[in-house]
């Protein structure tokens, strides 16, 4: 009596080598990106932070041409102050389009409710932006906060857009849970451009420090 046997050939060498390639292969696309949207570190923080140095270049470059930063740039054509608003505030970074270049360098690559533009017309408006602005910087101050992430949060909560006013007051140490950052891009962390064109990576009470430390009585922010 024949009996059937079931065929139960195992894996040759080369079909498990090909299977645990596709496997790397695989973790090596899908893991980055998990753990870089989630916890907003490694590849994107870095990235991130050459964006505001890239950032801090043309602003530095613009202020040397025209004398002062476009957010206090007055001409016939331009009115600086009167675009310190959540709709408008991306035409400082516009005036910034042949020291930038590329509107990606807006954009944070851990913001994940945001997206860049593909140039500096048709879709670029302040939606497409990751960063602040600070309104009243001055190019011979080394201690004014001039740009940085836009998650900042206060008293708990996400900031809105446009004009964010915070008093030297307001983070002192007996009120240090008024401004902080939200978790939305660098896990409670943000980076911030100096004027002195250096950056950094702060977390909330660095950044409280640095705001009563800025110079400024009051610091003054234009949120995207």
Not at 65 to 86: I, L
Not at 174 to 186: A, M, P, R
Request: glycine share 8%.
């Amino acid at each position: 009596m024949n009996i059937l046997k079931p065929n139960t050939r195992a894996f040759t060498v080369l079909e498990l080598m090909v299977v645990v390639a596709v496997i790397v292969v695989l973790a090596g696309l899908v893991l980055p990106a998990l753990f870089g949207r989630r916890h907003g570190n490694g590849h994107g923080r870095i990235q991130c932070l050459n964006n505001l140095k890239q950032v801090g270049l043309a602003l530095r470059t613009w202020e040397q041409d025209n004398g002062n930063y476009p957010m206090r740039f007055r001409t016939n054509n331009f009115d600086g102050p009167s675009f310190g608003n959540g709709k408008q505030m991306y035409l400082y970074f516009h005036a910034l389009s042949n020291e930038l270049t590329n509107p990606k360098l807006l954009f944070c690559p851990v913001d994940g409710k945001r997206r860049p533009a593909a140039n500096f017309d048709g879709d670029f408006n302040s939606s497409r932006i990751s960063y602040f602005l600070a309104l009243d910087a001055t190019p011979d101050s080394e201690t004014n906060l001039l740009a940085g992430d836009r998650n900042i949060s206060v008293k708990g909560a996400s900031a809105r857009n446009g004009v964010l006013e915070i008093t030297t007051n307001q983070v002192s140490s007996s009120n240090n849970l008024t401004v902080g950052w939200t978790k939305e891009l660098h896990n409670e962390c943000g980076n911030v451009l100096f004027a002195d064109s250096h950056v950094e990576q702060l977390t909330s009470v660095k950044l409280r420090d640095a705001l009563r430390t800025s110079g400024l009585a009051t610091n003054r922010l234009v949120l995207p």
